[in-house]
Nanobody, 123 residues
Framework: QVQLVESGGGLVQAGGSLRLSCAAS????????VGWFRQAPGKEREFVAA????????VYADSVKGRFTISRDNPKNTVCLQMNKLKPEDTAVYYC????????????????WGQGTQVTVSS
């Protein structure tokens, strides 16, 4: 059973940076693709970024391209999301998710989810 725990969220001013981490346990993490999603109040969960099991392939939502970078350290069982040039519209709860197949931008295709971490960007 995969267990995912996010950390690193917080309050930051617009233009600032945060680094989110997703720590996995219970499985061989290197077998899983990992995605980051976010959900703002009153909105549907949306795709942010995803990375393949080996890290060779990454996918980003257009809204975060050039600002966010996803990476992974399989020996440490972690995936990180470096968020730069943050905007107020990036405010949301951020979730990491894992699946055994190729990275996907669809939340329905992920099998395991963390509990989320709040990111708040003030203007």
């Amino acid at each position: 059973q995969v267990q995912l725990v996010e950390s690193g969220g917080g309050l930051v001013q617009a233009g600032g940076s945060l680094r989110l981490s997703c720590a996995a346990s219970g499985v061989t993490f290197s077998s899983y693709s990992v995605g980051w999603f976010r959900q703002a109040p009153g909105k549907e969960r949306e795709f942010v970024a995803a990375i393949s099991w080996g890290g060779a392939r990454t996918v980003y939502a257009d809204s975060v391209k050039g600002r966010f970078t996803i990476s992974r350290d399989n020996p440490k069982n972690t995936v990180c999301l470096q968020m730069n040039k943050l905007k107020p519209e990036d405010t949301a709860v951020y979730y990491c998710a894992a699946r055994l197949r190729a990275p996907s931008s669809s939340s329905y295709e992920y099998d395991y989810w963390g509990q989320g971490t709040q990111v708040t960007v003030s203007s």
